[in-house]
């Protein structure tokens, strides 16, 4: 089961990456001699022997626009300063990056962006983790050079149940416009008008909600001031926690908990977990409880649904089943899918994703056991995703006869709140998650990388169909074939043998047999402009055509780079966040999702007629056939 897998990159990324054959030039950056491939920016060249070059329309995560003009510098031979981001090493040169003219040129170019800046800083969201307010200190700004706007240019839009624009703060760098085509490939952001009308705008200058936008948030992410923020909901969980009447609980997922420490000057990718479920406490959560369960049971449910869809179309030869099926608790995902892809919506797991399963077991079955009425109760979710807040906002979201889920949290917000609160989270005791909701398993947890679902799904179904240990075919139960940094991922499952059906299951299929010999093949991707290349591949009848099953998630490596985790947001950073996740997942005594204790006791407690019966289908899924009329 090892079976080296097929690969395609598509991720973009600035960086320039050179051939094996580039030929290598000498250049000198500030006195500094060294050798670089051809083609490589002087930015890039700078960054390699430690020259810092101050950037701003520059992403590590995008394309080279060099608009912006913060990063000139002085060429010898040059008539004019040169964008050190666009310009490509190709001849030996000798480069200056600090000279008067240098710093006269990037003064001047911050004073002009500040004399179309309207704002307040110490009211703004990203006051002291702004870009342009750091070079504005870094350059000894203290004035304003050439006046400074005293109304609004723009009205600030609302409309999104994710994303607010105050274009009043836009500096033109055409970051967010570049993450919406390039990262996501939506475009539904763009540059109108031209000369100083030029401005960021939707099609036809309409609100965000009545765009084709998805709700993901990276324009956020790659925002470098605040014109792009989620819609923050924190007064409104402030006024929850505050009345005496509210049982208000909150659960957490694995991603914000990845990246929290980054708000309180932590290294990325320094788990704070336990130190969290204190620190919300302390907040005022009546319950803190762990949405690995959820993930865990989502395993159950979509792996059910997959081994329910192969038996009908390879046993029942019923044509009507769709293949490859496509996970579906990525709500940028989902909706990218309803904008772009209608056809296809049948190919989408029912399975409700992590969030909205919890959302309606904390209000039947959590609230019965608690004895608390379900309409005096608050179900916050902490995510690191902007489009969890459209989507515990659908209609269909209320299975449990409220709303399942009332709000949803991002990374920044909710660390908003605990700093509200005096609390300095690194220096908190640690403290368990509540029961009943508390030990999860470690497949849970690897959700929020990419290619975690895909994991997560392998080692309960392998376990389930062969009837061994998943380690007996992967050390440590790792399924590194499904694990990568590529935009774009196939694997191959050959199933050699197969044993007894499991109890859990023995009321759908009668063995296994019809299995053995067979090939399960598998797809992961990340970032939904990879995503359009392989629903292209797909109707094409490309190699992701053949899969049965393909784990879609909407952000640049899947939820840890979530549209409302911490800011800044790159490769390294995201990484970082990943390693932290798989090192909690290796900690787990639970590694495998149809091991949880919690997951089992639901089934024999709840969810009695089994994974994908009536029960579990009325709270746990829903039929994303319907969905394109909710995309408004």
Known sequence: ????????????????????????????????????????????????????????????????????????????????????????????????????????????????????????????????????????????????????????????????????????????????????????????????????????????????????????????????????????????????????????VIQTAPSPRAGMGECF??????????????????????????????????IIEEGT????????????????????????????????????????????SSAKSPQQMFGSLLKTYYAEKKGVDPADMVVVALMPCTAKKFECNRPEMNSSGFKDVDYGLTTRELAGMIKESGIDLPKLPEAPFDAPFGEASGAGAIFGATGGVMEAALRSVIEMVTGKQVEDFYDHANILPVRGIEGARLAEIPITEVGPVPDLLKHLVPNWDWLKGATLKVGVVHGTANAKQVMEDIEAGGPFSECHFIEFMACPGGCLGGGGQPIPTSPEIRAKRSQAIYQIDANYAV????????????????????????????????????RGKFIG
């Open 305 to 348: 649904e997959l081994i329910l869809r192969l038996y009908k179309a390879l046993v029942e030869k019923d044509e009507s089943v769709k293949l490859p099926q496509f996970t579906s608790c990525s709500p940028g995902w989902v909706k990218y899918m309803e904008h772009f892809h209608t056809n296809r919506l049948d190919h989408l």
């Open 265 to 298: 000057g932590l290294e990325p990718g320094t788990p704070v977990t336990q130190q969290l479920n204190t620190a919300l406490k302390r907040v005022g959560f009546d319950a803190v409880f762990d949405t690995n369960h959820t993930a865990d049971l989502t």
């Open 591 to 626: 590694r495998k999702s149809h091991e949880n204790p919690m997951v089992l006791q639901l089934y024999q407690e709840f969810l009695t007629d089994g994974p994908c019966g009536h029960i579990s289908h009325h709270h746990l899924h829903t039929h994303y056939q319907a």
């Open 1 to 248: 089961m090892n079976d080296k897998p097929m690969q395609t990159a598509t991720h973009s990324h600035s960086t320039f990456i050179p051939g094996p054959d580039a030929a290598m030039i000498d250049i000198s950056i500030d006195g500094i001699e060294l050798k670089v491939a051809q083609g490589t920016s002087i930015l890039d060249a700078a960054r390699q022997v430690g020259v810092r070059i101050p950037t701003l329309c520059h992403h590590d995560d995008l394309c080279t626009a060099g608009v912006c003009r913060i990063c000139v510098v002085e060429v010898e031979g040059a008539r004019t300063l040169q964008a050190s981001c666009a310009t490509p090493v190709t001849q030996p040169i000798s480069v200056k990056t600090n000279t008067p003219k240098v710093r006269s040129a990037r003064r001047h170019i911050i004073d002009l962006l500040l004399a179309e800046h309207y704002g307040d800083c110490n009211t703004c969201k990203r006051n002291n983790n702004c870009e342009l307010q750091s070079l504005a200190a870094e350059y000894g700004v203290d004035f304003y050079r050439f006046g400074h706007p005293t109304e609004p240019k723009y009205a600030i839009d609302r409309s999104s149940p994710s994303i607010v624009r105050d274009m009043n703060k836009c500096v033109l760098c055409r970051r967010c416009v570049r993450a919406c085509e390039e990262l996501q490939g939506v475009g539904c952001l763009t540059v109108a008008s031209r000369s100083s009308r030029a401005h960021v705008a939707t099609f036809a200058s309409k609100p965000l909600a009545n765009v084709v936008c998805i709700n993901c948030g990276q324009c956020i992410n790659h925002c470098p001031t605040g014109a792009l923020t989620e819609l923050d909901q924190t007064d409104e969980v402030w006024t929850m926690i505050e009345d005496p009447t509210k049982h208000v």
